[in-house]
């Protein structure tokens, strides 16, 4: 019997493992990801920052975010391992609309900061060339 429990809880494992991952695949297409990570729900870091965000759900709503919050390092360990997010400790990841990493935080990051981030914009290639240039002259 037992052997049935842990087969079946390797299945849901799996099957929640991909509903996530289909859904983040799905959402990255015209929204903004960000990610929340911590050992448990307990975690007073990830208390803290889902404050942060209920304060300004407006500002969410407007700046097309969606939050995931993964509070379960045993059932998300692919997650987890795929965004290279501490299975102890509190991790945030903003990614941009197009999929790639925007910001990644260890503490909890107020709202106001987090829309500054996002709303400002992106710095082109060539300018980050030659401001690198200008340094080191």
């Not at 859904?23 to 990830?46: H, I, K």
Request: with cysteine.
């Amino acid at each position: 019997m037992s052997d049935i429990c842990a087969a079946m809880k390797k299945l849901y494992s799996v099957i929640a493992f991909a509903a996530v991952l289909a859904a983040t695949q799905a959402q990255a297409q015209g929204v903004r990801r960000l990610m929340l990570f911590a050992g448990d729900s307990t975690n007073a870091d990830l208390k803290l920052q889902r404050q942060y965000l209920q304060s300004d759900s407006i500002g969410i709503v407007q700046r097309d975010i969606w939050i995931a919050v993964f509070a379960d390092p045993r059932t998300f360990r692919r997650m987890y391992e795929h965004h290279g997010a501490d299975r102890e400790e509190f991790t945030l990841v903003l990614m941009r609309k197009d999929g790639t990493e925007q910001f990644r935080s260890e503490k909890p990051v107020p709202t106001k900061e987090l829309f500054e981030l996002i709303d400002s914009p992106p710095v082109p290639a060539t300018e980050v060339g030659s401001t690198k240039s200008i340094k080191n002259q």
